[in-house]
């Protein structure tokens, strides 16, 4: 069965405080890894797809990398409005299973 | 390119009554998926349609169904509610078929309560 682990369950920064997101997963054959971002009571907002292990992604301060294990969001620099709750979702043969999520705080 | 909608945005119901949630895809989309969301479970796979066919289906009891029209529009259905099926569903969509391979773009999500 497809597996997702996101790590931490919750993360605190100081703004300007670059760190990076964990997402372990489990696969009988990747398709596509996804991160999303989540505002509080609104859907999830596509940020990047991933499809092979060495793959990176950018996207202003957010950079996702990929491996046959594991995938980061790394942000640099983060700012107030980068917190929210950062999911990854794992695109298997049959379906999309989502992590429980990051959610971040960036304290000014 | 509008995004994906739903309707209606908010519903309150009460124990045994059953609800219609309406999605409408990006233009060009057949595939629409289904979600539930709640606080403790995370986002929850309810099922997957495309071109009118589900072809995919979550662990949730018979009384949520779905059906997909030509246009590609979708509806879910909840029978007999329970407290439990109090929640946020997203519906989602993407230009592909069925598997892991397609990004999928998310609607506002409709916000359920059960009282």
């Known amino acids: 069965e497809d597996q997702v682990t996101q790590s931490p369950e919750a993360l605190r920064l100081q703004e300007g405080e670059s760190s990076s997101l964990n997402c372990s997963y489990t696969v009988s054959g990747l398709r596509g890894l996804f991160w999303y971002r989540q505002d509080p009571g609104k859907g999830p907002e596509f940020l990047f797809t991933l499809y092979s292990a060495g793959e990176e992604k950018e996207k202003e301060r957010l950079k996702a990398t990929l491996t046959k294990k594991e995938s980061f969001l790394h942000i640099t620099a983060p700012k107030p409005e980068d917190s929210a709750t950062y999911l990854c979702?794992?695109?298997?043969?049959?379906?999309?299973?989502f992590g429980t999520g990051t959610k971040l705080q960036v304290i000014p | 390119k509008a995004g994906v909608t739903q309707t209606p945005r908010y519903l309150i119901k009460t124990r045994g009554q059953q609800v219609t949630l309406s999605c409408s895809p990006i233009s060009g989309h057949r595939s629409v998926s289904w979600y539930q969301q709640t606080p403790g479970q995370g986002l929850q796979f309810l099922f997957e349609?495309?071109?009118?066919?589900?072809?995919n289906k979550g662990n949730f009891p018979g009384r949520f169904s779905g059906r997909q029209f030509s246009n590609s529009r979708s509806e879910m259905n909840v029978s007999t509610l329970e407290l439990g099926d109090s929640a946020l569903y997203l519906c989602a969509s993407s230009s592909g078929g069925t598997g892991g391979a397609y990004t999928q773009y998310f609607g506002p999500g409709t916000r359920l309560t059960v009282l």
């Open positions: 349609y495309f071109s009118e066919t589900q072809r």
């Open positions: 979702a794992l695109g298997g043969y049959q379906k999309v299973t």
